[in-house]
Structures are given as structure tokens and as C-alpha cells.
């Protein structure tokens, strides 16, 4: 794989491993947040593993001179690279992977290309689609979409202030708050680009070739992913062995809500055989 970040890969993407366990699990956040995203589940999983964490390049915590727009505006593929070059970077030859939201599928994109490497995904409130059709409900009409856009282009930080108490989906005004800065801190033209990319993708044609075994985990009620969702990819995915786990809470983001809930569920599946 060709050098990215001119050979400072595990530098810019701030690549952390703790933990002293055996076996390797993979912690990748999804969009606004940043690896201080699994702070409150990193206790549950570092005396039994070896933890991977690492900041996507639009985070704010990365300097914004190493985000591509040529590489990131029209594919999500590009994230998956980069996770697959961390892994070579390290020299890991095998690992479980957890993916937050969009990271959930960059999880399935790589393990695609590099099946050997991954042991198990663990999709937390993944979507391969957000765009409703007549055959699928991914969540947003066309006009919701469009409307998300136009208004993170005049106004990106009050769409934050708006959109982030939806996803928290919980009366915690203190991690409102600080997920509100961490989506802030991403500059709005990165924002945008991103977020363009996440709400257009479709990735629902790629799923069959998703040969790794699934365990998807989704909260009861997500305003970004609707309960459909999880049991539509169980169907489509191309494992024999892919299972469906509902939290009984609301919100997309239950690692900062929930993280005792959370952890329990994560470490049952970790371990399973």
C-alpha cells in the first residue's frame, strides 16, 4: 500500500494501542467525534485486550492541512485505506473491529479487500444508505437531505447547535455540549464534504461481499438510523453468521450515553467465540 500522510500515518491519525491482551480489537468513531469518543468503554476492554484507537482525518483533533478533498469528496473508500494501512502499519494480521455510525461501513469496505484481517465487525448504528427508496427506508427523504446541506453550508454551527441534541436523544446537556464542540471543531467546508459523502453513499450493493461475521447493535430509536436498518443488513450481508443486538435506549450515540450498557453488550460479543 502506497505511503499516506508522507509516511506519518500513525502520527497525524493520532494512533494510540493500549491495553495488554492478546487478542487486538479496533475502535473506529464516526463522524464530529474523535478516538475520546470510547473513553468511558476503554476501561471494560483493556485488561482482556489490546485496543486500537485512532482519529479519522476530518476530525478537528487532526490538522486540517492532511484532509484531501480530491481523495474524500465522492467515496467513503478512502477511510477504509486508511484503516487498512494502520493495520499494516502496526503489523497486525488480525483484529475485531467496532465501527461507529459511518465507520461501520469503512469497517465492511475493508474487509472486503483484507477478509483475513478481521476476525468479527461490530457495527454500532451503521448504515449502508440514508436515503429512503421505494424498496428501503434508509431514514431521509431527498428534500431532508438537501435541506441538511444547504443549511451546513449558510450556517454550519447552527446546524450543530440543532442536529447534535438529536442525536443524544437524551436530557445530558453536558455531553450535548461537549459533542457540539467536537463537531465544531471540524472546519464547515471539511464538514460539509464529508457529511455530503455519508448522506449520498449507498453502499448496499457491497454488503454481499461482507464475508466476515456481523454483530450489529443498534438503540431502539435513532433519528439517523431507523430500527429497519439493522435487520435489513442482516439479510443482505454475505456472512452465514450475522446476528442483530437491540439497546434498550434511544439515541446514536450510546457509548456516550450508556457506556456501562454499552460495554456490557460489547464485551459479551468480543469474547464469544
Request: include cysteine; proline fraction near 5%.
Amino acid at each position: 500500500m502506497a505511503k499516506l500522510y508522507s509516511g506519518r500515518l500513525l502520527e497525524v491519525l493520532n494512533v494510540r494501542v493500549i491495553g495488554s491482551g492478546e487478542r487486538i480489537v479496533v475502535l473506529s468513531h464516526g463522524f464530529g467525534g474523535d478516538q475520546s469518543m470510547w473513553k468511558d468503554i476503554l476501561p471494560y476492554l483493556v485488561p482482556d485486550f489490546k485496543v486500537v484507537v485512532f482519529d479519522l482525518v476530518f476530525c478537528g483533533s487532526v490538522d486540517p492541512k492532511h484532509f484531501d478533498f480530491d481523495r474524500f469528496s465522492n467515496s467513503l473508500a478512502a477511510y477504509a485505506d486508511d484503516l487498512l494501512a494502520i493495520l499494516e502499519e502496526l503489523q497486525i494480521d488480525k483484529c475485531m473491529y467496532v465501527g461507529h455510525s459511518v465507520s461501520g461501513m469503512l469497517g465492511c469496505l475493508a474487509s472486503i479487500q483484507k477478509p483475513e484481517l478481521f476476525e468479527k465487525l461490530i457495527l454500532l448504528g451503521a448504515s449502508p444508505r440514508y436515503l429512503n427508496d421505494e424498496s428501503y427506508e434508509g431514514g431521509f427523504e431527498r428534500r431532508e437531505i438537501d435541506g441538511y446541506l444547504s443549511a451546513i453550508k449558510s450556517n454550519y454551527s447552527e446546524w450543530v447547535s440543532g442536529f447534535v441534541p438529536l442525536l443524544i436523544a437524551e436530557d445530558q446537556p453536558s455531553i450535548v455540549n461537549d459533542l457540539s464542540r467536537k463537531w465544531l471543531n471540524i472546519k464547515p467546508e471539511i464538514a460539509f464534504t464529508v457529511l455530503k459523502s455519508i448522506y449520498e453513499s449507498d453502499l448496499r450493493g457491497i454488503l454481499c461481499d461482507v464475508k466476515t461475521p456481523c454483530r450489529i447493535i443498534q438503540t431502539r430509536k435513532d433519528i439517523v438510523v431507523p430500527l429497519s436498518v439493522p435487520y435489513y443488513m442482516q439479510r443482505n450481508l454475505g456472512g452465514e453468521n450475522n446476528s442483530v443486538h437491540i439497546l434498550d435506549i434511544d439515541g446514536h450515540v450510546p457509548q456516550l450515553t450508556s457506556p456501562h450498557l454499552l460495554a456490557k453488550l460489547l464485551t459479551q460479543l468480543l469474547i464469544e467465540s
